[in-house]
């Protein structure tokens, strides 16, 4: 299964709500994890299940979709957001999307 | 709290061999699926391989079938990657994860161990 993702780079300033989508080749069956990567880290998990929060990470992060198209919203983007967004599915293999870069304006 | 360190990167030239390492601590090793996930200098996230909680299964990606083997030693809460007849498009940074009971997306990762090949 392939995975797109975009924007491939997103600018929105602190506050706003951001939207990032991944789209599958083919069904997903909800098999779709969210990671953030900042500069120089390893990627941490945010979402897992397509809408399960993982330990730990603020509520401003959620998931949603079905099917081939899923969503990362953050309800309200703070500056410590500022990092790469990977979506990641598990349910034909296993495969990354591309990445979208979100920058604050 | 769980702990993944990768050691046994570095440069190395193509067509040889490279293993690395991952000690695991903090949780029960053999319990868990692992794997190996790397990232080439800026780009995305690419999996390469994954071994049940006991060893019995191992998956790889097409492009290291039969150069990379993965293992590990739940006596020693370690995880392996044999990497033989490298090339330089296996240069990456090399994560450790673990994945959660029952699935295949990874919730813990090491802080990564550099490889490059080049001659």
């Known amino acids: 299964i392939q995975l797109t993702q975009s924007p491939s780079l997103l600018s929105a300033s602190v506050g706003d709500r951001v939207t990032l989508s991944c789209k599958g080749s083919?069904?997903?069956?909800?098999?779709l994890a969210w990671y953030q990567q900042k500069l120089g880290e390893a990627p941490k998990l945010l979402i897992y299940?397509?809408?399960s929060l993982q330990t730990g990470i603020p509520s401003r992060f959620s998931g949603s979709g079905s099917g081939t198209d899923y969503t990362l919203t953050i309800s309200s983007l703070q500056p410590e957001d500022v990092a790469t967004y990977f979506c990641?599915?598990?349910?034909?293999?296993?495969?990354f999307g591309s990445g979208t870069k979100l920058e604050i304006k | 709290e769980v702990q993944l360190v990768e050691s046994g990167g570095g440069l190395v030239q193509p067509g040889r061999s490279l293993k690395l390492s991952c000690a695991a601590s903090?949780?029960?090793?053999?319990?868990?699926?692992m794997a190996w996930v790397r990232q080439a200098p800026k780009k995305g996230l690419e999996w390469v391989a994954t071994?049940?909680?006991?060893?019995?299964?191992?998956y790889y990606r097409d492009s290291v079938k039969g150069r990379f083997t993965i293992s590990r030693d739940n006596a020693k809460s370690t995880l392996y990657l044999q990497m033989d007849s490298l090339r330089s498009e296996d240069t990456a940074t090399y994560y450790c994860?673990?994945?959660?009971?029952?699935?295949?997306?990874?919730?813990?990762w090491g802080q990564g161990v550099m490889v490059t090949v080049s001659s």
């Open positions: 994860a673990r994945h959660p009971a029952h699935y295949y997306y990874s919730d813990y």
């Open positions: 903090g949780f029960t090793f053999s319990d868990y699926n």
């Open positions: 071994i049940s909680y006991d060893g019995s299964s191992t």
């Open positions: 083919q069904n997903i069956n909800n098999y």
């Open positions: 299940n397509t809408n």
């Open positions: 990641y599915q598990y349910n034909n293999g296993l495969t």
